[in-house]
Nanobody, 124 residues
Framework: QVQLVESGGGLVQAGGSLRLSCAAS????????MGWFRQAPGKERDIVAA????????YYADSVKGRFTISRRNAENTAYLQMNSLKAEDTAVYYC?????????????????WGQGTQVTVSS
């Protein structure tokens, strides 16, 4: 079992920044690929970004490329999502998730453990 706890969400004006954190416990964090997803009301849960176990490989959804940065500190069992130049369409509940696999995945079904989510609201 892996327990994940997100933090850092909130209300921000368009153009502003937030940094989300995902704290992991229970198993060796560095064994897991890690992803950030988001889900807006009435929409499916979509990938935002993913990072390999060592942090060498990263994936970003087209909608966030150049604005968001995913990172991880395995020694601290923590991952981050730095979100800059936020837009109203970034408003959603953001989830972190981990997968015991080698390759990155964009599919929610590939991930084994999920956090409870943190709300991000961007006002225009």
């Amino acid at each position: 079992q892996v327990q994940l706890v997100e933090s850092g969400g909130g209300l921000v004006q368009a153009g502003g920044s937030l940094r989300l954190s995902c704290a992991a416990s229970g198993r060796t964090f560095s064994n897991y690929v890690m992803g950030w997803f988001r889900q807006a009301p009435g929409k499916e849960r979509d990938i935002v970004a993913a990072i390999s176990r060592t942090g060498d490989t990263k994936y970003y959804a087209d909608s966030v490329k150049g604005r968001f940065t995913i990172s991880r500190r395995n020694a601290e069992n923590t991952a981050y999502l730095q979100m800059n130049s936020l837009k109203a369409e970034d408003t959603a509940v953001y989830y972190c998730a981990v997968a015991l696999r080698l390759a990155l995945s964009r599919k929610p079904g590939s991930y084994d453990y999920w956090g409870q989510g943190t709300q991000v609201t961007v006002s225009s």
